[in-house]
């Protein structure tokens, strides 16, 4: 059974493949929003969302058709192309969804990928206070320096480190020690497990990879979405491009519920 399905002939080969991760404060997803309203990007195929919890909605601005859990966007002209997943993998499909996805990534004729993820700031360190904003090359990614991720590393996007151990003291001596070489990242979804998996890929990963981690508090993290999807725009090379984010018009309304009515209040 095939993993994506184009909507329109869109060819992919040469672009950066940007994938937001669910995770904390879902700021990876709003960031990617952000991409897609902003670059004016068309909705170019859907994902099998076979893996992933099911939902459906309408689209963005009364175009026809629904949204489907996990679709790519894309726009001519455009250096980048966008997935947007909206509802995170089943619990017991966590290793089959990171392994269809990365099977595409690699078969799919992209040049590089960049993934997103959010991180709980309740565990952050006071070393890690200095910027919101980190960043993890995988150790068998082929090498970034000659490619469009090369700007991390010049900007000042520090390295990530775990800021907590994943199991109490008490529990690790009953734990088996993890041999993956990245980190702990709590509330960071999947992103440990697409990036372990790609470190034992079957076959040689050939994609130059990378991802930026921010530190958010669940809440209206619009802020924080700003904050990612402008320092992805910088490392990508493409921020000359905005002169103003635009948000999605599905923003304006119930992004984190209906409003109260105030009268309740006097």
């Known amino acids: 059974m095939s993993f994506y399905y184009p909507k329109t002939p869109f060819s992919l080969a040469g672009k950066t493949l940007v994938v937001p991760i669910v995770s904390a404060g879902n700021v990876s997803q709003l ?81 590089s990928v960049l993934f997103l993820s959010g991180i709980n700031s309740s565990n952050r360190a006071d070393s890690q206070m200095i910027t919101p904003t980190y960043h993890i090359v995988p ?17 000042p996007i520090p390295s990530y480190t775990s800021p907590s151990p994943q199991y109490r003291l008490s529990d690790q001596v009953i734990r088996p020690i993890e041999s993956t070489p990245i980190p702990f990242i709590p509330g960071g979804g999947l992103t440990r497990r697409i990036l372990s998996t790609i470190s034992t890929y079957p076959s040689s990963w050939s994609i130059p990879t ?57």
């Not at 980048?80 to 996805?101: D, G, M, W």
């Not at 150790?139 to 590393?153: F, G, V, Y």
Request: hydrophobic share 40%; charged share 15%.
């Open 31 to 111: 960031a990617v929003d952000l991409l897609i309203a902003s670059f004016s990007l068309k909705h170019v195929g859907i994902f099998n969302p076979k893996d992933v919890i099911p939902v459906v909605a309408a689209r963005e601005d009364g175009e026809s058709g629904v949204t489907t859990p996990i679709e790519l966007y894309g726009q001519d002209g455009v250096s980048i192309v966008v997935v947007q997943q909206r509802s995170p993998a089943l619990k017991n499909r966590k290793q089959e969804f990171t392994e269809s996805l990365l099977d595409f990534i690699q078969t799919s004729g992209i040049a």
């Open 139 to 155: 150790s068998n990614s082929p090498s970034i320096a000659q490619t469009s991720l090369s700007s991390i590393l010049n900007l």
């Open 210 to 266: 990378a991802c930026l981690l921010q530190f958010v508090m669940e809440g209206d993290n619009r802020g924080d979405a700003h904050l990612l999807a402008a320092v992805s725009a910088k490392v990508l090379g493409i921020d000359a491009r905005i002169t103003e984010w635009k948000q999605p018009s599905s923003w304006q309304v119930g992004l984190f519920g209906t409003g109260h009515d105030q009268t309740l209040y006097g």
